[in-house]
């Protein structure tokens, strides 16, 4: 594998887009849209010189049709785009999980709805991990917070669609996108998965191979819905990743995901400061949810916060996962503003003498 | 001594289709051309949604279902996943022409390597019977009650003089398989379409004025013959484009 000692400076968009290489993705389809157009800038001048396929499509649409397509003949392939551009997505997305397809799809989210702003968002949260279109279905969910995690989390992404034959999505924002860090990009990627379901070409040598996921019977359509649910909860119990931050002796839980953790991150340092004891839970799959985590810091902490760059999304998930033993208040901007340190101090100050009941 | 046979690219399965429909002709000639290329075993097939929808069935190729209209977009992706790969598509017309437009005009715009075989029988069939983008002036259809009325619902689009105005497209071609001798140019158009692709040529159409006797409200030798009464006239069979003719002209 690629392995390069130094770290490197680059974009979130563009680190995803070479940890993508590394992890052997050779096909890229998009469509422009802000903020993360780098992701396709970067492939373009990429691929062709690695042998691999950058298309720019005719849509969003078109464009996940294409990773539909590729994905079908087993190869690792992605798309990325912004909040618009994934409702666009969100047909294929559906039809990939009924034909039980891995592939990568990145979303740098903006504010919405509608066409919205350009400004960093998590309003897509509902979105990513409810199922996101039309039928019963998850995506892996995966939400960086710094540039180097958006190139791991890619790999990892990769790694987990093939293991799981799903898709899976980065759930970054503008800011992870745009900003600029030092990565290294010295990983391991998984080992290769066989898919002998994929269309090949049957060679003379075997029956045919169909991708589909349409079942007109609705017995067979049934089972097919119970089969993924028993493989979701199956990844439920195993792959949920959540980072903790000075949980140990916590009686206030901030909880925040991708920019929003980095924010509460330095609010609670400050907090900290002040002897007040507060800590934070960093969902890093926001499906599957880190459910165990939560109910265990339930039984500990006397408030959570949650941090959201949103109207209160990712709240309604810590609320059932602490059964709502204790007080979870909301934290937020949206529209494409974000938290100061400040305001979440605030929060976290107003929790320490009573918070909210 | 056999004289007359399956194909082996068809698959011996009953077909779901109605009495009269010409579907059952096109797979027939798809499947025989596939045959005769030695391509089966490197084929893959994209199926629509509409009648044709279980066409995944109907092939012994490897085959894929796409959401409706995006056939040319999974396709495109299945041929630079491995250009070894023939890729043919199978799209009625609403699927093609209406909700697919978009990626049927920029897969011929890209000279995309693979073959469509478009089946225009004017109507959509697998809903009951609605107005297509290619349903004729006046035509009554379930969505249509009164006659297709121009003034408020447009014109037919005529696929291939539209698609023949793109630099990209290699082959277009309009037949018919309503007679014998329509349904053996049908394979000739066919075989062509395939045989582009092998060579390299790129995005090669063929358009099938086809039959939808059930939802015509037609017997099906009426069906035909209404083909040749309204549809052909509307829809004039011939070549539209062929880039490797023209150059060697």
Known sequence: ?357 | MVVFDKPHALADVPMHYCPGCTHGIVHRLVAEVIDELGIEGRTIGIAPVGCSVMAYDYFNCDMIEAAHGRAPAVATGVKRSDPNNIVFTYQGDGDLASIGMAETVHSAARNENITIIFINNAIYGMTGGQMAPTSLPGQVTQTSPYGRDVEACGFPIKVCEMLSQLDGAEYLERVAVNNVKNVKNAKKAIKKAFENQVNGKGFSLVEVVSSCPTNWGMTPSQALKWIDEKMIPYYPLGVYKDRSAEKED
């Open chain 1, 1 to 357: 594998m690629n392995k390069l000692a130094d770290k490197v400076l680059m974009k979130g968009n563009e680190a995803i887009a070479e940890a993508a290489i590394i992890a052997g993705c050779r096909h890229y389809f998009g469509y422009p849209i802000t903020p993360q157009t780098e992701v396709a800038a970067y492939m373009a001048k990429r691929m062709p010189k690695i042998g691999g396929t950058f298309l720019q499509a005719e849509s969003e649409i078109a464009a996940i049709n294409m990773v539909y397509g590729v994905a079908a003949t087993g190869k690792r392939v992605m798309t990325s785009s912004s909040s618009p551009g994934i409702s666009l997505k969100g047909e294929g997305i559906s039809y990939m999980a009924g034909a039980d397809l891995p592939a990568l799809i990145v979303n740098v989210q903006r504010g919405g709805p509608g066409l919205g702003g350009i400004q960093p968002s998590q309003s897509d949260y509902f979105q990513a991990t409810k199922g996101g279109a039309h039928g019963d279905f998850h995506m892996i969910v995966l939400a960086p917070d710094s540039v180097q995690e958006m190139a791991e989390l890619t790999v990892k992404g990769f790694d987990l669609a093939d293991k799981y034959r799903m898709t899976t999505m980065i759930l970054a924002d503008g800011t992870m996108g745009q900003m600029m860090e030092p990565v290294s990009l010295d990983f391991e990627v998984g080992e290769k998965v066989e898919k002998p379901w994929a269309v090949t070409g049957t060679k003379m040598e075997r029956k045919h191979n169909i991708v589909n996921s349409l079942f007109l019977k609705p017995e067979e359509l049934e089972k097919t819905n119970f089969e993924r649910y028993e493989k979701y909860s199956y990844i439920e119990e195993n792959e949920a990743l959540c980072e903790e931050y000075m949980m140990e002796d916590a009686e206030i839980c901030v909880t925040a995901f991708g920019i929003a953790a980095r924010v509460a991150k330095n609010a609670i340092n400050e907090a900290r400061n002040q002897g007040i004891k507060v800590g934070l839970l960093r969902p890093i799959t926001l499906w599957p949810f880190p459910k165990k985590q939560f109910a265990a810091a339930a039984d500990k902490v006397k408030q959570f916060i949650s941090v959201e760059l949103s109207m209160g999304q990712m709240i309604e998930d810590v609320r059932l996962a602490t059964e709502c033993k204790v007080p979870v208040t909301l934290c937020n901007r949206a529209g494409g503003m974000i938290p100061s340190p400040e305001q979440v101090l605030e929060a976290i100050i107003k929790a320490n003498n009573g918070g909210d009941k």
